[in-house]
């Protein structure tokens, strides 16, 4: 019953994982891959950023180069803005974790993030309309079905996030490996207004208005759950002469389990995908200079697909194949002994969302900086500018803009600093 010239009116902000977008009309919302203000600077890769030693929060490997338990914690701020779209903002708590050692080379981390997210109203803003022969309501009780007039708002809150669980250990100098096991819980709410309404005409039989007749309600509980599993090794080459870092990641997830409570009734039904999620992801770092570098990395990503009944609006989420250019500069200070830093980053960033007949093409430059100082604290701010094409609803050109505020805080209180 949808028009699909509609307008999407939500201006939410959240305490905790809330996130808007086109891209939440699709599957169980919009996908999250990256948490870390360095990552998101460097054209939003998910395997390099230019913390301490490389410590980047997506990638578990890269955990074990950064030889102190810390604490880190990203903030995100976010703005959507397209044709026929009220402007859109929202802020979060984006990722939160605690790492610490377990043996010289070895450390564990702990942490939660958000992986899908919605929040999105929908308004019909025309009205579709049933006749005489069509209508199903008697507005006046004459026995005699009348005309009607109808149309649909809808609201999709909630979301899915992950809680996990970190391996990382050094194995010789040149190899690092890292295992992460999560738990993928969450809930959303799914609920439409169909609003009849009584047609009156004028004296000349053209419609004059339409008054409400009634309300049906309809409000639907999801609540879901899974496992993912992700394995990925970064390594340097020691015959190039540069220094350089590869890395390879690997994340596969069970099927997702899905219970929906149907207007809120004590019966529930249990669903589950179609299939898997898997990402694939390749990528290398350069660094040129001893103060200049560059990154490249690939992604590949699988999505999950669903029954219909699961989905947002009946659309599965699409795949997504991205490719990620970043380049940095690391700024000692000559005039202290400590590890005090500063380093700039860029970089660009391509999407392409694979639909069964539509494509959703991605873009986005970055760019942003960190300070490392008193030794075990790093401040990073990553800022993102990108525009999304795409012919759904007519909607076209989605422009969005990121801010990531990532805050490392490392400690030596309860854990001998390693060797």
């Known amino acids: 019953m949808m028009n699909k010239k509609i307008n999407i009116l939500i201006a939410l902000i959240s305490f905790l994982f809330t996130q808007n977008s086109l891209l939440s009309l699709h599957g169980f919302g919009e996908y999250l891959s990256t948490y870390d203000a360095s990552s998101l600077s460097l054209g939003e890769s998910r395997l390099f950023s230019t913390n301490f030693n490389g410590l980047t929060l997506t990638s578990s490997s890269s955990l074990s180069n950064f030889n102190s338990s810390h604490l880190a ?176 990641i690997y994340s596969k997830s069970q099927k997702m389990n899905v219970e929906i409570d149907f207007n809120e009734s004590s019966d529930k039904q249990s669903f589950s995908s179609l299939n898997q999620m898997i990402n694939r992801g390749f990528g290398f770092k350069f660094n040129l200079l001893n103060d200049l570098g560059l990154i490249f990395e690939v992604n590949d990503i699988e999505s999950y697909k669903s029954d219909p009944l699961l989905n947002i609006f009946n659309n599965d989420f699409p795949d997504i194949f991205s490719g990620h250019f970043g380049i940095f500069s690391k700024i000692n200070n000559p005039n202290n002994t400590s590890s005090d830093s500063f380093d700039l980053r860029a970089g660009i960033c391509f999407k392409k969302y694979y639909l069964d007949d539509k494509d959703i093409i991605d873009l986005g430059v970055t760019f942003g900086f960190g300070i490392n100082y008193l030794k075990n604290n790093s401040l990073n701010l990553g800022f993102k500018f990108g525009e999304r094409k795409s012919d759904f609803y007519n909607l076209h050109d989605e422009k969005y803009f990121k801010l990531y505020i990532t805050l490392i805080s490392a400690e030596e209180w309860f854990i001998k600093k390693r060797k």
């Open 73 to 248: 914690m990203t903030v995100a701020f976010n703005e959507y803005n397209a044709q026929k779209l009220d402007k859109v903002n929202s802020n979060i708590i984006h990722f939160l974790s605690y790492t610490f050692p377990v043996s010289k080379k070895s450390v564990f981390s702990l942490g939660m993030n958000p992986l899908f997210r919605t929040n999105v109203s929908i308004q019909e803003p025309s009205f579709q309309i049933f006749g005489a022969d069509q209508s199903p309501i008697d507005t006046d009780n004459d026995g005699t079905n009348d005309p009607v007039a109808y149309n649909t708002n809808y609201k999709f809150s909630g979301g899915i996030s992950e809680f996990h669980g970190s391996f990382s250990s050094m194995i010789g100098n040149n190899f690092n490996l890292g295992l992460r096991f999560s738990k993928i819980f969450g809930s959303s709410k799914r609920s439409s207004d169909l609003r009849f309404y009584e047609i009156n005409y004028n004296q000349n039989g053209q419609i004059q208005d339409y008054e409400l007749y009634s309300i049906q309600n309809s409000i639907n509980n999801y609540e879901y759950s899974s496992y993912n599993y992700t394995l990925d090794f970064r390594f340097s080459i020691p015959i190039i002469k540069i220094n350089n870092e590869f890395a390879l």
